[in-house]
């Protein structure tokens, strides 16, 4: 088996193109197989893991593009949560609709189901988008705090209630209502 360069490729990486071989293994006409499977295998994941290193992960990446901002939160998103209320471990669940202007503040309303008593809430206060994608909500009623992380391009982010701390989330997500919402008015007729 021999290892021979052929033509040069151009990695862009972190915005710095980078140049590198391309690697072609010119394999002997006996050697085929799960032998040559192999090896290939080997040396696409010997590839993989140096681009990786000189790349960094696609997460680091967009945390030191600064990717995120308090306009990656912009327009409809629906939501449900799953949540027990401690001590008393009762269960509660809630649906609803949060509203982001893209500048740090929303509107929600709620449909909350607290151990079998219905209400209906609405909402409004701030929150902010760190460079990494994660935030905080600031909710107007009942106060607190809500961590956020954002994913798949700001369409969809998770939350989980850290105060008050008798509030134990178990499982939100939100998601983008409308694709493409945020370049319209935001509470603009379908």
């Not at 912009?74 to 649906?95: H, L, M, Q, S």
């Amino acid at each position: 088996m021999s290892l021979t360069f052929q033509n040069r490729v151009t990695l862009v990486c972190l915005n710095a193109p980078l140049e590198m071989p391309t690697l072609v293994l010119a394999a002997a006409h006996r050697q085929r197989g799960k032998e040559n499977e192999m090896k290939r295998s080997t040396i696409s994941s010997a590839v993989l893991a140096g681009v990786l290193l000189l790349c960094g992960p696609p997460s680091a990446r967009a945390a030191q593009d600064g990717a995120c901002s308090n306009a990656s939160l912009k327009g409809a998103y629906g939501f449900f949560t799953g949540a027990t209320i401690v001590p008393e471990k009762t269960p509660r669940g809630t649906i609803g609709r949060w509203n982001f202007d893209g500048l740090g503040h929303f509107t929600a309303s709620l449909t909350i189901n607290d151990n079998g008593t219905v209400i209906h809430v609405n909402d409004a206060g701030t929150y902010t988008v760190a460079p990494d994608c994660t935030g905080v909500i600031f909710p107007g009623v009942g106060g607190g705090t809500i961590e956020i992380v954002l994913v798949d391009a700001g369409n969809e982010f998770y939350l989980l209630r850290t105060a008050p701390n008798n509030i134990v989330l178990m499982f939100s997500v939100a998601k983008k209502q409308f694709a493409g919402e945020d370049q319209k008015q935001t509470g603009a007729a379908r």
